[in-house]
């Protein structure tokens, strides 16, 4: 691709050896006001066509999270997108991404492809896991997978996980020995009282509902 065409958008804590040489960088933080500043300045020249998304060291996963939740809510998912993650993370494990200087090399010579986008009631993407969890203890509670129930009762958790292809996303009961995973379009848990834990950031405030689910439009991803 043409330097015109690209534009990086990275955590101020990312390492300057994973973005690529020769490109026009916004450096941000994990933070709503900060990252919509920096995708309006790189989307603001119709020429660019991809974003390179370099993460930092801490949460990586919940940086990137945060630029595509972003994106799509400026209605720009026509827009391709190169994560660029430091170590293997669950989001690389989901959708078969290298990581540290292979995946820097992949962010601008890689193909992107269209996979589905799961986000949340609040408007925030998954991209690796979330957990819905009990305020104190064990979840009490109903959990569906489309219309498949999952729990009706106690267990640990609920965990949840986009995939790579339809319809979108998965989800299981968090017990000792690994439960089967659930596909569908949504996984939905309910309770008098739950906890989200999104790519590793915990909600600051329990709900009494919760629903990962795929979006109408799909986001290119660059992958290998």
């Not at 998954?126 to 106690?154: F, I, M, N, P």
């Not at 996984?187 to 979006?215: C, N």
């Amino acid at each position: 691709m043409r330097p015109a065409e690209v534009r990086v958008i990275a955590e101020t804590s990312a390492s300057g050896e994973l973005i690529p040489a020769g490109l026009e960088i916004m450096r941000t933080v994990r933070e709503r006001g900060p990252i919509i500043a920096a995708l309006n300045s790189a989307l603001s020249d119709p020429e660019v066509t991809r974003l390179i998304v370099v993460a930092g060291p801490e949460l990586p996963d919940a940086f990137c999270a945060a630029v595509i939740s972003r994106l799509m809510l400026l209605e720009r998912l026509d827009v391709e997108v190169a994560l660029v993650l430091p170590f293997p993370t669950p989001a690389s494990g989901v959708y078969g991404l290298p990581t540290g200087s292979a995946a820097a090399a992949l962010a601008t010579d890689g193909s992107a492809v269209e996979v589905p986008l799961i986000r949340d009631d609040m408007a925030i993407v998954l991209l690796g896991t979330a957990r819905q969890r009990g305020t104190d203890g064990d979840l009490d509670g109903e959990s569906y997978v489309d219309s498949t129930l999952l729990l009706r009762g106690k267990a640990k958790a609920v965990v949840v996980e986009p995939i790579a292809e339809m319809p979108g996303v998965r989800a299981r009961l968090d017990k000792r020995f690994r439960s089967r995973w659930h596909v569908g379009r949504a996984a939905q848990t309910g309770a008098r009282q739950l906890i989200v834990e999104r790519d590793g950031i915990t909600s600051p405030r329990p709900t009494k509902r919760s629903t990962f689910y795929r979006h109408q439009q799909n986001w290119h991803l660059v992958r290998p």
